[in-house]
């Protein structure tokens, strides 16, 4: 069974670091291009940062920038995302998913396998 498997949310102080893991089973992450989106209430789902198969070519959004970091260990079948000085504007669920081949874009209707998400809440 493909399966992506989110984890590491949770609530933080604005300012603060999270570091999400999305775990694959039933098939191997080096072949896919992997993306992390979010949808805050209310909004639509966007992309948030995204890395690429072969390459490890990286695309972030231009609102994470800076604070965010993704990174994929092959080895062990995850993709992570660092998550640092974080704002209360960051509060959503996130999801991984993934795209077979190279990056093109990290939108989501360019990704046909999910995760269930993960919700991050940054307040005090």
């Known amino acids: 069974q493909v399966q992506l498997v989110e984890s590491g949310g949770g609530l933080v102080q604005p300012g603060g670091s999270l570091r999400l893991s999305c775990a694959a089973s039933?098939?191997?992450?080096?072949?896919?291009?992997i993306g992390w989106f979010r949808q805050a209430p209310g909004k639509e789902r966007e992309g948030v940062s995204c890395?690429?198969?072969?390459?490890?070519?990286?695309y972030y959004a231009d609102s994470v920038k800076g604070r965010f970091t993704i990174s994929r260990d092959n080895a062990k079948n995850t993709v992570y995302l660092q998550m640092n000085s974080l704002k209360p504007e960051d509060t959503a669920v996130y999801y991984c998913?993934?795209?077979?081949?190279?990056?093109?874009?990290?939108?989501?209707?360019?990704?046909?396998?999910w995760g269930q998400g993960t919700q991050v809440t940054v307040s005090s």
């Open positions: 039933g098939f191997t992450l080096d072949y896919y291009t």
């Open positions: 998913a993934a795209d077979f081949g190279l990056f093109r874009l990290c939108v989501p209707r360019g990704y046909n396998t």
């Open positions: 890395i690429g198969s072969s390459d490890g070519s990286t």
